[in-house]
């Protein structure tokens, strides 16, 4: 969870709640993007992959900046 930590300074609770929900929508998309494409299936659970946090978001940010 410390990959997706916002650093703000605002005392706006608002902006802080919504920087959560942002960070666990990411975190959770990030999971499920590992969890159904990426790991192949074993006998005892899901095979874990490399893909880290900060390779989503520069994909992510590519692909929407191009």
């Known amino acids: 969870m410390n990959q997706a930590r916002t650093h703000t300074t605002t005392k706006n609770p608002a902006l802080k709640l919504l920087c959560i ?3 666990l929508l990411l975190v959770n998309i990030w999971t499920y993007i590992q969890w159904t494409h990426l790991s192949t299936p074993r006998q005892s659970g899901q ?3 490399t893909w880290t946090f900060k390779n989503m978001l520069k994909c992510g940010c590519q692909k929407l900046t191009s």
Do not use: R
């Open 21 to 23: 929900g942002l960070n």
């Open 47 to 49: 095979e874990k992959v």
